[in-house]
């Protein structure tokens, strides 16, 4: 790695931190919901903004190109003939703030505080993508020019379970032809432990609604003589797990090996505390029993219910049949397993399940396959080398158990490796009140950041970042 | 029963149902829901607006009393020495009307169509205790003095589940001291079928929350390893009842005879019939194995869910695992069934059951038996001959699934036996969207009314009347 424009770049950080933190503050006072139709003008707002600050940090081709849905955000930034390019991946839109009431901070007045900047999408995503920026203005400030070449493409349906960015990506595979996938959207392992994911797992969504009574009817009245959705509901869901935390659902587990040894002992030895994990959530671990929390996590897959809801849910007491229950499952998969198997086989549990006296409907959502790059790819090492030389300590390998189903599906259409080079910490509350973003993380995540593009400038690349 | 008498009355609502029925709008256009707290000075302004129109149609002595909680409108209306007693008893609170996108007519504009009046209250209860108002002025207008004395009753707390009643009128025994006690508050047992109900089921309640890890987490980065008290809560609530419709708590049935074979041919002699039955519900019939559907409502006890939710429910996706879920559930009691210990087997159950890795927060309401009054007493014989005479059709003995907490309170404390002369139909909606009330049930029921006074005018009674 070139140290003399690693410092330059280092320099150029100190002095320009604050302007480019204070504008990533506009940005993440966008309420960019993309999973609630009454915010769509704020996700397309979101979009601009990106573009324009694209422009601004010195990206020479940026558009904002029309996926089917919401926005992809893509500039080119062509910076060595000859050298690798990466495709930059990131997500400009943000979760739900529900319960609102559960936020200490305001989820969309973003404001610093020990040391951390609170709100929705400080961390997940909007937070992340801007190291990005921030990184190749300092490079390119800094040197003159960017060692590598960059493709950035930031989408606003991530958070929606539909992204239309497969498609998209099917539709522009020479647009986004790199050699590697670069994504920004996961955690270390722990504070002080800088991190490189080598897997995540995959996704398989469901919605269901039981259907009783075609009207609410009187418990009094009625109790005892129709069947109650909520029953059904409650039996349906209860019959998704044994007692052992073991998905009970026939075929769930199809494809999946068991933990190879070597894995297992590579988990073992990372500094995992049951304690921290306890104070992190506030929860006990529990779950699939015969493994450990870190296996729970990345190597086995899950089926959760997400959210589910039915009658009288207001203060005091209504005596109420109601007509109808819902529910929203998904599944993290690991590799092995099919999506479109594991929807199959749920469904068919849950039509099979279905109790007598209701009616099931089932709206099953999209499936994407966990993804995996071996550990000695050399976008992999340059990758740990760059997190060590930022962070100043050893970087380790680990995986990461959510989901970000683009990523499968760009690995699937481009062919290009993924490297998850995230700089969140465990304790940032993504998907939850309070959501942060440690400033020391984002400081040294975008010296990081210019570390792999160094690193990467001394490697050979295909030449694709002539593609268009 | 003085034949003349009736007439009078019958004439002199042939002149004055507009102008009643008129302040019966206005009475029902106060949203006096007593279970949401920010209804609570709608409730109150009910009690006044009873009060005054109770004073208007010539009670003596009105009062406002305090039980501790909703004011008790309470009206002596003395009107023959040596004549029987009754304590007429009803509630002007009115159940939530969620959802409230579900109802077509305005639940507090009440508006008259196809001959039903529809609004929140309109059959329970507002307009039933209305028919004993304007049955009483009749009455007094008609003949100058009422054949019996009244004792009027109005609580604002029925539909709480937690009313003051119960210790109100141990509080004030000689106050509400009566011969018979009547409640209209229930419904005929088909359009046509005149009916008198000698049974009610008993209640009890609780509201359980399951609470998890101290904040929410995302599915992805947490799922498999802590609990997810969706999960938990469904476990529980599908613990509650086997595969064939039966509560599967221990003990729950202690005390339940197997039905009477003779109370059985009864039941299966009355003019029930499942197509109706299918039509009024929109569902199935369906329930516990080895009863009729009659047998189910009025025979047997039930455990009900009559809410739950938690995590998100919102449109689209959210993968959270919530920090905690709840439900709301009650229980249908039957003669021989002792609510305490009704309380305490479901408790013990919920905890026993409770799966690991959550906390079961339980909040047991309260709870009340079942009341049964016997067929061949004076005060249900003269029942049913009054509903003879005012709807022209021979009346049926019925039982009501539903209950009537204070109904069995006022029985234990007071003494008085209660006749359920309700003037409701299966399908007024009651506890559902557009709730209304048949206006010919409005005009016969008033009649029916005239005629029960003017048949216990004949009956000999206690002296109570002077009772304060």
């Not at 992809?72 to 979760?95: E, F, I, K, N, S």
């Not at 959705?229 to 209860?238: D, K, N, R, V, Y």
Request: a negative charge.
């Amino acid at each position: 790695m070139d140290e003399g424009r690693y410092l330059a770049a280092d320099r150029y950080f100190a002095l320009h931190h604050a302007a480019g933190l204070e504008e990533l503050v506009r940005f993440l006072a966008i309420p960019s919901i993309s999973a609630l139709p009454e915010h769509a003008p704020d996700v397309v707002r979101a979009a601009r903004f990106l573009a324009d600050r694209l422009r601004q940090v010195g990206c020479p081709a940026v558009e904002l190109l029309d996926p089917g849905g919401y926005p992809v955000v893509y500039g080119a930034w062509p910076g060595a003939a000859g050298a690798p390019t990466a495709l930059v991946y990131g997500h400009y839109d943000v979760q739900p703030v529900d319960p609102p009431e559960a936020w200490y901070h305001d989820p969309f007045a973003p404001v610093v505080a020990d040391g951390k900047l609170y709100a929705r999408g400080a961390s997940d995503d909007k937070g992340q993508l801007w190291m990005h920026l921030e990184a190749a203005q300092a490079l390119a400030a800094a040197a003159g020019r960017l060692p590598v070449n960059l493709k950035f493409l930031f989408e606003g349906e991530e958070e929606t379970g539909a992204s239309h960015l497969a498609g998209f990506a099917a539709a522009h595979r020479e647009l986004l032809a790199a050699d590697v996938l670069v994504i920004s959207d996961t955690s270390f392992f722990a504070p002080g432990v800088p991190s490189v994911s080598c897997g995540l797992r995959g996704l398989a969504a469901w919605e269901l609604v039981v259907h009783g009574s075609a009207r609410d009817l009187h418990s009094g009245e009625f109790g005892g003589a129709v069947a109650n959705p909520l029953h059904s509901l409650a039996e349906l869901l209860a019959s998704l797990h044994d007692g052992e935390g073991r998905v009970a659902v026939a075929g769930f587990y199809d494809g999946v090996a068991p933990p190879d040894p070597g894995v297992r002992a590579e988990l073992a030895g990372l500094p995992f505390e049951e304690d921290a994990f306890r104070r992190l959530t506030g929860a006990e671990p529990w779950g699939e029993v015969g493994y450990t929390t870190l296996e729970r996590l990345w190597l086995r897959p899950t089926l959760e219910v997400n959210g589910l809801g039915g009658g009288f849910q207001g203060t005091g007491i209504k005596t109420v049949l109601p007509t109808s229950a819902r529910a929203k499952l998904t599944a993290r998969l690991v590799p092995g397993q099919d999506p479109a198997r594991v929807l199959a086989v749920v469904e068919d549990h849950l039509r099979r399940r279905c109790p007598p006296g209701v009616r099931l409907e089932l709206r099953p959502g999209g499936g994407s396959p966990a993804v995996h790059t071996p550990a000695d790819s050399p976008w992999v090492r340059a990758a740990r080398r760059a997190l060590e030389r930022a962070f100043e300590r050893p970087a380790v390998l680990i995986r990461s158990g959510g989901s970000i189903p683009v990523v499968a599906a760009l690995r699937e259409t481009l062919g290009t490796a993924p490297v998850l080079l995230g700089f969140g910490l465990p304790d940032d509350a993504i998907h939850a009140p309070d959501e942060r973003l440690d400033l020391e993380q984002y400081a040294r995540g975008q010296r990081a950041i210019v570390a792999y593009w160094l690193e990467l400038g001394a490697v050979r690349g295909s030449g694709v970042e002539k593609a268009r």
